[in-house]
C-alpha cells in the first residue's frame, strides 16, 4: 500500500490531522477492514475529533504484486501519476476530503501495472502550477537516478514554481514495480 493524507489547513492541526488519517488508515487495512469501511471509521473520527473543521484527504494505491493490478482509493487527493510503458498518465479525482460530511465514498479506480511502472502520489501542494510539468518530470526520469531524486526533484520545482503566496506543504512519494 502506498498511502498519502494531507491535512487542511496550515501547521501542526493540518500536520495531525493528516497523520492520524494515515495511522488509522493503516491499522484498519492491517487489520484486514475493507477500504469502504476503513473510510467511515476515518471520517466518523474526523467528524468527532474536535468542534472546529478537521478535515483530510486520503490517496491510497493498493497494489496486488503477483498480478500487478492497483486499486486506487481516493478521496478529495491531488492527482496520481503513474508512468506506463514509458508514457505518464494520472488518475484524478472530484470527491471530497474526509471529515466534512457524515456521509462519504471513495472514487476508485484500477489499473494493471507491469514491472517497471512508477507511481507518484503528491499533495496539492505540488499541482498549484498545474499537472503538465509533473508529468513531464516523470517522463524524462532516469530510474538509475533513484525514486529519492524525482520526488526531490518534484518538491522543489513545485515549490520555485508557486505563483500564489501560500505556503502549503509539498508532499511526494514514488514506487516503482519490480519483478522478482
Known amino acids: 500500500h502506498m498511502i498519502l ?3 487542511m ?3 501542526s492541526a ?11 488508515l493503516s491499522r484498519l487495512i492491517d487489520a484486514n477492514v475493507s477500504y469502504d469501511s476503513a473510510l467511515k471509521i476515518v471520517n466518523s473520527a474526523l467528524l468527532v475529533k ?3 473543521e478537521t478535515l483530510a484527504t486520503i490517496d491510497i494505491a493498493a497494489m496486488d504484486l503477483h498480478s500487478g493490478q492497483v486499486r486506487f482509493y481516493k478521496a478529495g487527493a491531488a492527482p496520481t501519476f503513474i508512468r506506463r510503458n514509458g508514457k505518464t498518465g494520472y488518475v484524478d479525482s472530484t470527491s ?6 457524515s456521509s462519504v465514498e471513495f472514487e ?6 507491469s514491472a517497471g511502472d512508477l507511481i507518484v502520489m503528491v499533495s496539492d501542494g ?22 529519492q531524486s524525482l520526488c526531490d526533484d518534484i518538491r522543489t520545482t513545485a515549490r520555485l514554481k508557486r505563483s500564489d503566496l501560500r505556503d502549503d506543504d509539498i508532499t511526494v512519494m514514488a514506487g516503482i514495480l519490480r519483478k522478482r
Open 5 to 7: 493524507s494531507d491535512g
Open 126 to 147: 505540488a499541482t498549484t502550477s498545474g499537472v503538465d510539468w509533473i508529468r513531464h518530470t516523470i517522463d524524462r526520469f532516469d530510474e538509475a537516478d533513484g525514486l
Open 50 to 52: 474536535s468542534g472546529e
Open 96 to 101: 471530497l476530503p474526509v471529515g466534512i460530511l
Open 108 to 113: 476508485k479506480s484500477t489499473l494493471k501495472l
Open 9 to 11: 489547513g496550515y501547521g
Open 14 to 24: 493540518a500536520a495531525l490531522d493528516s497523520s492520524m488519517t494515515v495511522a488509522l
